[in-house]
């Protein structure tokens, strides 16, 4: 037998081995595909001005958090325009939008002093998921003129 002829066996082999792996995959039916809609909206004050402090944020927290590779539930972000209260929001990528879902909406809005000291800029119960007064929110579709009056500490 030739020595060509002897390396063909073993090519083929690693070769079909690594066919069968690749279609196989390795660790399940890879990523879960999510729903996810575009959401985008106003904050304001009580006295219809906008947020200005250095530190600008609208965030949905998930109601239920992931239970499983199935049920995804991730928080959503965006920074709240200085000059027209606008937001758009994200999840993994900038605009994105946000995973279909119930959430509950809070807001981080603060001013950051020269020593690192914090100053929050909206009353207290509008910047947690328990206390905030805004309710829960079922994001099932796209919503592009969403308004959130919010007040001053």
């Given at each position: 037998m030739s020595v060509a002829r002897s390396l063909r066996v073993p090519i083929v082999m690693f070769g079909l081995f690594a066919l069968l792996i690749a279609v196989a995959g390795c660790g399940g039916a890879g990523p879960v595909e999510v729903e996810m809609v575009s959401v985008s909206g106003i904050v304001t004050y009580e006295d219809g001005t906008f947020p200005t402090a250095s530190n600008r944020w609208i965030s949905f927290e998930p109601v239920e958090r992931m239970q499983s590779l199935d049920n995804p539930k991730k928080s959503a972000r965006a920074q709240i325009d200085e000059k027209t209260g606008q937001f758009v929001m994200s999840t993994v990528r900038n605009g994105d939008g946000v995973i279909v879902g119930k959430y509950k909406v809070v807001f981080i809005i603060y001013d950051e002093r020269e020593d690192g000291t914090k100053v929050p800029m909206v009353a207290e119960e509008f910047s947690k998921a328990q206390t905030t007064?805004?309710?829960?929110?079922?994001?099932?579709?796209?919503?592009?003129e969403l308004k959130y009056t919010i007040r001053k500490p």
């Open positions: 007064p805004i309710g829960e929110i079922d994001v099932t579709e796209a919503a592009e």
